[in-house]
């Protein structure tokens, strides 16, 4: 099946530094990302949707001048946690596919585990 | 609201041992289902789908998961258990026009030799 990498696996931060987190399809080309967050033992929650070229998605309560989503290419979407905090430390999941619609298949990354001390 | 609900939150059984695990689904049109299992510290791995057709759906590692609207649920079944089956179920929705997956909560399945 395809593949989608995150990096870095995980991640440790002081409080108020800003953290990048990758996300790649290695071997298709990714219409759309999406970035979930899941805190221990709970769910993963939507926090944005990316789509190449355009501006994300954010869920409601998401903000986005702390969680910066860039989809600079078909095969590439960042997340960046700008001045992190405590509260931030979770697992972050990003999710691609092919194209549009319900019978396209998404893919999961490894996840990224943020820390902030 | 679209809305998945996992009622179990924690589930322990016997190698060997069948395995179902329930999910309810709140979704005023056809509903585009899924079933992913998680490993400890690792993404979803997609087990199965329903989108339409026969409502017994067959997947990857032994499961299946059977569609029943009048129920509004999608449950998941395996016949018999085994230990690597330990991990985090979660079952899903497309919602937002069919572009967004949404969640249940979870069941984390315990398997005792």
């Known amino acids: 099946g395809a593949v989608v990498s995150q990096h870095p696996s995980w991640v440790i931060c002081k409080s108020g530094t800003s953290v990048k987190i990758e996300c790649r399809s290695l071997?298709?080309?990714?219409?759309?990302m999406f970035w979930y967050r899941q805190f221990p033992k709970q769910s993963l929650m939507l926090m944005a949707t990316?789509?190449?070229?355009?501006?994300?998605?954010?869920e409601q309560g998401v903000e986005k001048d702390k969680f910066l989503i860039n989809h600079a290419s078909l095969t590439l979407s960042t997340l960046t946690v700008t001045s992190a905090h405590p509260e931030d430390s979770s697992f972050y999941i990003c999710?691609?596919?092919?194209?549009?619609?319900?019978?396209?298949?998404?893919?999961f990354g490894e996840g990224s585990r943020l820390t902030v001390l | 609201a679209q809305s998945v609900t996992q009622p179990d939150i924690h589930i322990t059984v016997s190698e060997g041992a069948s395995l179902e695990l329930r999910c309810n689904y709140s979704?005023?049109?056809?509903?585009?289902l899924f079933w992913y299992v998680q490993s400890p510290g690792q993404g979803l791995q997609l087990l199965l789908k329903y989108f339409s057709g026969d409502t017994l759906v067959q997947g990857i590692k032994g499961f299946e998961a059977e569609f029943k609207r009048s129920q509004s649920s999608f449950n998941l079944r395996k016949p018999s258990v085994h230990w690597s089956d330990a991990a985090e179920y979660f079952c899903?929705?497309?919602?937002?026009?069919?572009?967004?997956?949404?969640f249940g909560a979870g069941t984390r399945l315990a398997v005792h030799p």
């Open positions: 071997d298709f080309q990714a219409t759309t």
């Open positions: 979704y005023g049109a056809t509903p585009y």
């Open positions: 999710s691609a596919r092919e194209r549009p619609g319900p019978a396209a298949e998404l893919f």
């Open positions: 990316s789509n190449e070229g355009s501006k994300a998605t954010y």
């Open positions: 899903a929705v497309l919602s937002g026009g069919y572009n967004k997956l949404i």
